[in-house]
């Protein structure tokens, strides 16, 4: 069975495989007599697969030692507080504002700091990355926060900056929601993140946190119990129930990363360059088309999540109708940006992009 | 295939019909293309599940239309800050404690406002319930906090206190996590309800507020924007992203509810009518034994979850397993009160109590 292309920016498409394993054990995991879903999480069964999960997560973005990997709740939005009731100790933050995403941390994180903006491309509405050199960073500032992937204006960082080589002491925080698990992650550079499961892990209502252990313990008083880094850490995840069927679901997708290949390359790496692939061919088709625009400059172009507009806009709802037609689905672009987005995530496979680009292509041609 | 009797606390047992549809739907829900997990929780598909789940609770719990229902997340831990950030004002609160649960959430409330006992069981290692004459409620406070069952130490309230009765102006909030719409809930003498999914309605990760609409709006400055119920019920539970499949499989769940029949009883009512048999037969076991005891009063012994005893604890090892060769799983007590314990939920059909007890009264034999 032909299943659609499925371009979601969240909850988003997931590998087929994946689906089908947890449709198979669904009644009995591994003959248990039990679904995952009904499994205590303080019993052995689902203990070995919250272990094997994070194992396979540390294994696929070569999370160093030093770091603490945390299973919670509440999605972005969440750790938009969650992260500053952690690290801010009340005092001043600097923020990268890059889009819609690193806005709304900021304004959530006033609740608890003095949060400062650093840099900013407000001003021609979030299309290209404020070099680092030109960041205004704090001396004094706790952390840094960016977001790496903004899923809905469509600009991520390449390179990570080297606060160091900046002149800047804090730690690095970054908002890797939207592209976890596409690229490799140069842990020297950052100090925590955080996202939301829902785009490349697993389903909504997951959320990671990949945390430096000395940035642990410095909670605000007021910070819940449930979301202190510490207490989630030094409980490995299981202060609060956690989501467990979520987390079996992640781990099924983390061994479905492990077995992709491109050549010599394997996990994440090769999904890096498949990603690559994708990528350049649907932004190729954008751009070689007078008929469709993307507005990011190219050097930050999210590999993730590509908006893009076409010339005539009131055709918008004819080419959203053709591609459900054509078995191509959740196109339709953020309100506050409007026009389209597709979502090309860890599960899109290069097909599921050929065929995009093939109806761009057609829809263009009836334009004439 | 017989599946077996799974006793677990939470994350409990589920409907194998539920089980069962959901596998059937896992790579196509309703000829979307789409598994729901894959849905954008913001398209028509996802919208009509939401819509569909919350307006069947609705009917099963008959909720007022006075009382909004939100579907959050964080767990009953982190409702136990949550409440207090929405409703203390940072001013006095009641609580009753009758259990591990009751006196979790105490202690967190603290950080947040001054919370009092106005009565407690602890004396009696919380095995009877406080008659509500005798709780020293305050004149100012804002809410008044009780675990309606408290699921590691079997106590439950099977008559909400009437506080308006006792004098009393503020509202009652319950935590009713373990036996939601095991019973009926009298909504006249309830200003907000929460509880974890966990037990009676799906899966870890979702959270249920069922709460009196004039109780919203008067969050703390500190409350993270995500767990303001005000912004969560303006939103319709889509502030953030919701955890999808986990509101998806107690929407089947509800279906499932609705379709359950007792002679002329329905829904609710009809497990209400099960469960008190279900927990009639298994007191009635463990009381006519002098092997086996339950410490908890008999006028608050919970239907949903038993705690009991072995006369001789050097047993205990042997129960358990000659009980998972029998097909009867997690039975082991929680760790701080020890023994066993059977959580017989909703999904526990009397044949599985019927055969506990059948496993119990066999095992005693063998100890004489």
Redesign the interface.
């Known amino acids: 069975?032909a299943?659609?292309y499925?371009f979601?920016?969240?909850?988003?498409?997931?590998p087929?495989e994946v689906?089908?394993q947890?449709?198979?054990e669904?009644?009995?995991w591994h003959g248990s007599?039990?679904?995952v879903?009904?499994?205590?999480?303080r019993?052995q069964e689902f203990g070995a697969i919250l272990k094997s999960t994070e194992a396979d997560l540390r294994e696929l973005l070569a999370v160093p030692e030093n770091f603490r990997i945390l299973f919670m709740?509440?999605?972005?939005?969440?750790e938009?507080?969650?992260v500053p009731?952690n690290l801010s100790r009340g005092e001043t933050v600097d923020f990268v504002v890059t889009g819609s995403w690193s806005k709304k941390s900021l304004k959530?994180a006033r609740?608890?700091c003095t949060a400062r903006v650093a840099a900013s491309n407000e001003a021609d509405h979030h299309t290209h990355l404020p070099a680092p050199a030109t960041w205004q960073l704090s001396r004094d500032a706790r952390y840094v926060h960016l977001c790496s992937n903004e899923t809905i204006n469509g600009v991520e960082v390449h390179e990570l900056p080297d606060l160091k080589a900046l002149g800047a002491d804090a730690p690095l925080v970054i908002d890797f929601s939207s592209h976890v698990a596409s690229r490799t992650v140069d842990w020297s550079r950052v100090g925590l993140a955080f996202g939301?499961a829902?785009k490349n892990l697993?389903?909504?209502?997951?959320t990671l946190v990949v945390v430096r252990e000395d940035l642990l313990g410095h909670a605000l008083?007021?910070c819940?119990?449930?979301?202190d880094y510490k207490t989630v850490a030094d409980n490995h995840s299981m202060?609060?129930?956690?989501?467990?069927?979520?987390i079996y679901?992640a781990g099924l997708t983390f061994q479905w990363l492990k077995r992709q290949t491109e050549g010599a390359l394997r996990g994440v790496a090769a999904m890096e360059a498949r990603n690559v692939a994708k990528a350049d061919l649907l932004y190729g088709c954008i751009d070689e088309s007078a008929f469709y625009s993307n507005q990011v400059a190219k050097d930050c172009r999210s590999r993730m999540n590509v908006p893009f507009f076409l010339r005539d806009e009131s055709r918008n709802e004819a080419f959203l109708a053709g591609a459900k037609a054509a078995?191509l689905?959740?196109l339709k672009g953020h309100k506050s940006v409007g026009g389209m987005r597709a979502s090309i995530y860890n599960a899109m496979p290069i097909e599921g992009v050929q065929a995009l680009v093939a109806y761009m292509r057609e829809f263009e041609k009836t334009q004439a």
């Open positions: 069975m299943r659609p499925n979601s920016a969240g909850p988003a498409a997931m087929a689906l089908q947890a449709a198979s669904m009644l009995d007599g039990m679904s879903m009904e499994m205590s999480h019993g709740q509440g999605g972005g939005l969440g938009n507080a969650i009731l959530e609740r608890y939301g829902q697993g389903p909504a209502g997951l008083q007021i819940p119990s449930a979301f202060y609060n129930t956690p989501p467990t069927y979520a679901m078995g689905l959740q």
